[in-house]
């Protein structure tokens, strides 16, 4: 059995939905209800309704478990706790190894994000138990946070258009993730960087502006509008401008199914006010200094294929999401 923890969100989900394709039994641990029943559609065999915060919620989600993959919600910020009790609670349950969720380059601890999954690596190091850990880098999937803006010409975002990235798509983070799950015993001990390529968000643009075959413009929106919503104001000009130039007046309803779902980005109101700070800090660095890819040779060896370029990233979405590609047949 394998406990796979947040299995609502962007990689777990995939990844539930990859275990079960292999005929994996997956217990799915989640927050309420209603994703209760997203996950035992993606294919969970059992469920865990609770917070990860519960000592009990965590036994819940052992109990009989060989194998975890843990991924801490975002909007909690002091992991601690949590790492602390899964360790308590793992020899008694029989778990035999754990597979880390974290981050490229934790040792930025500037960035609360990235030092609360230092601390809870450093905390399964000591623990003895085996252990992996997975560290990817930006996903290309933050983007599609933008669909609507995209489909009108522009590509805003909390982040310097020239701010080098580096990025992984999350499809390819699950394979890999259920890889190693299946067979953990080769890879205890091993910390693994998960990055595709580096790109700025002009270059992705471009690479957008080929497959919807329009231009796509790359807009700064100061990442204090995270917090202060009236700060994204004076980006709006440009925004309107660029998509009008780009769309002409297709971009209306985009730009306005846009601007609804950039309000409350990732649902972020309803966060605690340290995750909002923490997220707004995070993007304030990457803003400045961006965030290098890791070690670009360790995905593929993972995979056992080439990763997933940022142009098949959007082509393959851009199909999903209904807009037939640039150039594909009809």
Known sequence: MITVTSAAGGVTRLLVRQLAARDVPIRAVVKNEVQAATTRRDGATGV???DLRSAATLDAALAGADVLYHAAPTQIIDERPIIENLIA???SNGLQHIVF????HPNLHQLTHHHQKDIAEGLLRESGIPTTVLRPSHYMQNYLEVWDFLQAGVM????SPDSVMGVVDVADVAEAAANILIDPSPHTGCTYDLSTVELTRHEMAEIWS???GHRVTAIRIPPSSL???LDVLPALASVVGHSVRSTK???VGHLVRGAQAAANPRDMKNWPADAREAYRTMMTHYDAHGLPAGDLTVLPTLLGHAPTSYEEFARRSAAELGRTPAGSVR
């Open 101 to 104: 969720h974290s981050v490229i």
């Open 227 to 229: 917090t202060n919503s």
């Open 210 to 212: 080929r497959v919807l």
């Open 48 to 50: 865990v309704v609770g």
């Open 89 to 91: 609670s793992a020899p």
């Open 156 to 159: 805003p975002y909390p982040v």
């Open 249 to 251: 007046l297709h971009s």
